[in-house]
C-alpha cells in the first residue's frame, strides 16, 4: 500500500511538471556546532540561464513591474547583497546579504497561484523581484515574514521565458532559522522550515508529510535476520537506508535531502559545514542526459546542474561552481564596496574546465 501510494503521488508530481522548462533544484542546510550556517543548492533547469554572481551595493533604486506594463513597488536597498542572476538580467535567483539573510528561488510548477493585483499598485511585487525586495529590506526571518504582509505577490510575465514564473523561496538566515514561502490558491503561505530542505512541487507541507512514509530508514545498518535456521545478512553497507529513494522527482530528492542531512556527522567550523555541504549536494546534482523532456514540436530539454552554490551566512559568502568547471570559486561579499554606486557581475556560467596539475608535487615515498 505505501508503494503504491507513493507511486501515486510521484504520478501527480511529474503532471505538474511544465513541458519545456523543467527544473530539479534542491536545497540543503548545514549547521555547524560553532553555530555558524551555510545553505548549499542546486539549480537545475532545461533553458541556459546564463547565470553569472551580481554584488548589489547599498542604496540602489528598484522598481517593480505590474500587470499592463506599469509600475507596481519602488524602493531603495538598505543592504548591500551579492547572488546568482539569470539571463544577464537584475533577476535574483539566489543570494545573501550583509545581515547573513539568504533567499533562494525554487520552481513550483502546477501549485503557483499569485494574489490579484491590487488598486493600490505601489504594494504590487512581481515574484521575479521577490528575492531582491527582501535581500535588500530583510535582516532576519521575523523581517521578511513582515514584509511579505506589506505585500501584494502578482504574477507578471517574465519575458526571457514568456511565461509568469512558477515560484515559492525558502529563506535561511544567520542563527538556522528557516522560512517556506509559497503562492498558493493565491494567497502567500509563510511556514516554518523545521528540516533544512527545500525542493519542488507538491507544496512544502505535502512533502513534510511525505516523510512519514520513510521514517522505518536509518543511518544504522540493519542486523541480521533469522528466519527459522537460515540467517539473512545485509550486503554490504548501508542496509539502515535501504529503499530510500534514489530517482529525480522533487519528492524523492526532498527526502534523500533531508535524510542523508540528518545523518551526516556533525561538523565543528564553518569551513567543514561549507565542505559538508557540497558532498551533501553531490548526492543530488544531475549530469546532462539523464533527466530530458521532449515537447510536441521534437524539441528535447536536459535538466541538468548548470551550477551549484554554497553561502555562508556567518562570513556572507559565495562559494559557487559550474557544470562545465567543477573547481570551487568564492566571492566575499564584506571585500566588496558596500556603499559603491555600481552593481558589479562575476563570472560564473560558460566557464572551462580547469584541472590543477598535481605531477610537480611527486616526491619519494
Same mark, same amino acid.
Given at each position: 500500500?505505501?508503494?503504491?501510494?507513493?507511486?501515486?503521488?510521484?504520478?501527480?508530481?511529474?503532471?505538474?511538471?511544465?513541458?519545456?522548462?523543467?527544473?530539479?533544484?534542491?536545497?540543503?542546510?548545514?549547521?555547524?556546532?560553532?553555530?555558524?550556517?551555510?545553505?548549499?543548492?542546486?539549480?537545475?533547469?532545461?533553458?541556459?540561464?546564463?547565470?553569472?554572481?551580481?554584488?548589489?551595493?547599498?542604496?540602489?533604486?528598484?522598481?517593480?513591474?505590474?500587470?499592463?506594463?506599469?509600475?507596481?513597488?519602488?524602493?531603495?536597498?538598505?543592504?548591500?547583497?551579492?547572488?546568482?542572476?539569470?539571463?544577464?538580467?537584475?533577476?535574483?535567483?539566489?543570494?545573501?546579504?550583509?545581515?547573513?539573510?539568504?533567499?533562494?528561488?525554487?520552481?513550483?510548477?502546477?501549485?503557483?497561484?499569485?494574489?490579484?493585483?491590487?488598486?493600490?499598485?505601489?504594494?504590487?511585487?512581481?515574484?521575479?523581484?521577490?528575492?531582491?525586495?527582501?535581500?535588500?529590506?530583510?535582516?532576519?526571518?521575523?523581517?521578511?515574514?513582515?514584509?511579505?504582509?506589506?505585500?501584494?505577490?502578482?504574477?507578471?510575465?517574465?519575458?526571457?521565458?514568456?511565461?509568469?514564473?512558477?515560484?515559492?523561496?525558502?529563506?535561511?538566515?544567520?542563527?538556522?532559522?528557516?522560512?517556506?514561502?509559497?503562492?498558493?490558491?493565491?494567497?502567500?503561505?509563510?511556514?516554518?522550515?523545521?528540516?533544512?530542505?527545500?525542493?519542488?512541487?507538491?507544496?512544502?507541507?505535502?512533502?513534510?508529510?511525505?516523510?512519514?512514509?520513510?521514517?522505518?530508514?536509518?543511518?544504522?545498518?540493519?542486523?541480521?535476520?533469522?528466519?527459522?535456521?537460515?540467517?539473512?545478512?545485509?550486503?554490504?553497507? &548501508?542496509?539502515?537506508? +535501504?529503499? $530510500? =529513494?534514489?530517482?529525480? /522527482?522533487? *519528492?524523492?530528492?526532498?527526502?534523500?535531502?533531508?535524510?542523508?542531512?540528518?545523518?551526516?556527522?556533525?561538523?565543528?567550523?564553518?569551513?567543514?559545514?561549507?565542505?559538508?555541504?557540497?558532498?551533501?549536494?553531490?548526492?543530488?546534482?544531475?549530469?546532462?542526459?539523464?533527466?530530458?523532456?521532449?515537447?510536441?514540436?521534437?524539441?528535447?530539454?536536459?535538466?541538468?546542474?548548470?551550477?551549484?552554490?554554497?553561502?555562508?551566512?556567518?562570513?556572507?559568502?559565495?562559494?559557487?561552481?559550474?557544470?562545465?568547471?567543477?573547481?570551487?570559486?568564492?566571492?566575499?561579499?564584506?571585500?566588496?564596496?558596500?556603499? &559603491?554606486?555600481?552593481? +558589479?557581475? $562575476? =563570472?560564473?556560467?560558460? /566557464?572551462? *574546465?580547469?584541472?590543477?596539475?598535481?605531477?610537480?608535487?611527486?616526491?619519494?615515498?
Amino acid at each position: 500500500m505505501r508503494n503504491f501510494k507513493y507511486l501515486l503521488f510521484i504520478l501527480v508530481c511529474m503532471a505538474c511538471v511544465m513541458p519545456t522548462k523543467v527544473s530539479a533544484c534542491t536545497g540543503i542546510q548545514v549547521q555547524a556546532t560553532d553555530g555558524s550556517v551555510v545553505f548549499a543548492r542546486t539549480m537545475e533547469f532545461g533553458t541556459p540561464l546564463k547565470s553569472n554572481i551580481l554584488f548589489v551595493p547599498r542604496a540602489q533604486n528598484w522598481v517593480s513591474q505590474a500587470p499592463n506594463n506599469s509600475d507596481g513597488m519602488t524602493w531603495q536597498n538598505q543592504y548591500a547583497f551579492l547572488g546568482v542572476n539569470a539571463f544577464n538580467k537584475k533577476f535574483f535567483i539566489d543570494g545573501v546579504n550583509e545581515k547573513g539573510l539568504y533567499i533562494g528561488c525554487f520552481w513550483f510548477p502546477g501549485n503557483a497561484k499569485y494574489q490579484e493585483g491590487s488598486e493600490n499598485a505601489a504594494n504590487i511585487v512581481t515574484p521575479q523581484m521577490l528575492a531582491t525586495l527582501v535581500l535588500g529590506s530583510c535582516a532576519t526571518v521575523e523581517d521578511v515574514q513582515k514584509k511579505i504582509s506589506e505585500i501584494t505577490l502578482v504574477g507578471v510575465e517574465f519575458k526571457e521565458l514568456n511565461m509568469v514564473l512558477p515560484l515559492h523561496w525558502v529563506v535561511m538566515d544567520s542563527t538556522g532559522k528557516g522560512l517556506a514561502i509559497e503562492p498558493i490558491g493565491g494567497n502567500v503561505v509563510v511556514k516554518e522550515n523545521p528540516v533544512g530542505v527545500f525542493t519542488n512541487s507538491p507544496t512544502f507541507s505535502w512533502h513534510l508529510q511525505n516523510l512519514s512514509n520513510y521514517i522505518n530508514l536509518t543511518p544504522s545498518n540493519s542486523q541480521p535476520l533469522k528466519i527459522d535456521e537460515f540467517i539473512i545478512n545485509g550486503i554490504g553497507q &548501508g542496509t539502515g537506508l +535501504l529503499g $530510500i =529513494p534514489g530517482d529525480l /522527482t522533487p *519528492p524523492s530528492r526532498f527526502v534523500r535531502a533531508a535524510l542523508y542531512r540528518n545523518a551526516a556527522e556533525k561538523v565543528d567550523t564553518t569551513d567543514s559545514a561549507i565542505n559538508q555541504a557540497f558532498l551533501l549536494i553531490n548526492n543530488i546534482s544531475i549530469v546532462k542526459g539523464i533527466a530530458r523532456e521532449t515537447s510536441s514540436n521534437g524539441k528535447t530539454s536536459y535538466d541538468h546542474t548548470q551550477w551549484t552554490a554554497v553561502y555562508d551566512l556567518k562570513r556572507h559568502r559565495c562559494y559557487f561552481r559550474s557544470y562545465n568547471n567543477q573547481d570551487i570559486n568564492m566571492v566575499q561579499l564584506d571585500k566588496l564596496p558596500l556603499d &559603491g554606486d555600481q552593481v +558589479l557581475s $562575476i =563570472p560564473l556560467w560558460d /566557464t572551462k *574546465p580547469d584541472f590543477n596539475d598535481a605531477t610537480g608535487k611527486a616526491a619519494p615515498l
